[in-house]
């Protein structure tokens, strides 16, 4: 199976003064295509920071990461933006919907700030809604939607251009133990479908979903379960 992510000796650093933090220390790492992979640790150890790197939502102080055989870490912004538009969807523990849009407004913008043309716009985020289920709730604005709901319109979103990645970050924090089921659910409905499934979490509950684990602790990998 090919890799479509990996880093090799990536570390991140922040300096204040004369003061050198590492949020993440040499991290080497490979995730195949189309698996279904948990990062796993206590809150505080770089999990976050790893998914930033990964996803080219930040770059490494040192060391390289690639997705499939592109090294994203030295890309120039405008190339960067573009990649991450094309191949990465990303999904946030809180749902960071535009609270004045209805769900299908919600999942029509991410394919117009994409430049997909505004005639297949509609049809596609009709698409996306009945794949999360919620075709009745186009209309429907986030407040009128369940912490649940409000997901897996987020989980369209990211879907809209197609990405080979999800990347989500601790996706069913907000969640109560019976929608984060139902995302679960359809995670592992899209992972079964090709995607490549990344979920950043503290919660082994979580993790029990997935193929493989890697645990991070103090800004390292502590072990990996493959």
């Known amino acids: 199976m090919n890799n479509i992510i990996r880093t090799v000796h990536a570390a991140k650093s ?33 999990k976050s920071t790893l998914m930033h790197l990964i996803g080219g939502l930040d770059r490494p102080s040192g060391g390289k990461v690639y997705i499939g055989d592109t ?13 991450r538009g094309k191949r990465v969807g990303f999904v946030f523990q809180f749902f960071n919907l535009l609270q004045g ?4 407004e919600n999942i029509e913008i991410a394919m117009m700030l994409a430049g997909i043309p505004e005639s297949k716009q509609r049809v596609r985020a009709e698409e996306l809604l009945a794949v999360v289920g919620l075709t009745e709730k186009a209309g429907s604005k986030p407040g009128q939607l369940s912490g649940g709901q409000q997901q897996r319109v987020a989980i369209a979103r ?24 139902e ?8 992972h079964r479908q090709g995607k490549t499934v990344v979920i950043v979490t503290h919660s082994d509950e979580v993790a029990k979903r997935a193929e493989r ?7 390292e990998i502590a072990s990996k379960i493959i």
């Not at 189309?34 to 150890?45: A, D, E, Q, R």
């Not at 684990?213 to 800004?219: L, M, Y």
């Open 71 to 83: 090294e994203i870490s030295r890309m120039a912004n405008n190339e960067l933006a573009s990649l």
């Open 14 to 46: 922040y300096t204040i003064g004369e003061i050198t933090t590492f949020a993440l220390k040499d991290v080497s790492l490979e995730i195949p295509q189309g698996s279904f992979t948990c990062i796993v640790g206590p809150s505080g150890h770089g």
């Open 183 to 190: 995302v679960l659910d359809l995670l592992q409905g899209l």
């Open 101 to 104: 849009l209805t769900a299908i």
């Open 213 to 219: 684990i890697i645990r991070v602790k103090d800004g």
């Open 158 to 181: 990211a879907l809209a251009n197609d990405p080979d990645i999800l990347l989500m970050d601790e996706p069913t924090g907000n969640l109560d133990s019976v929608a984060e089921a």
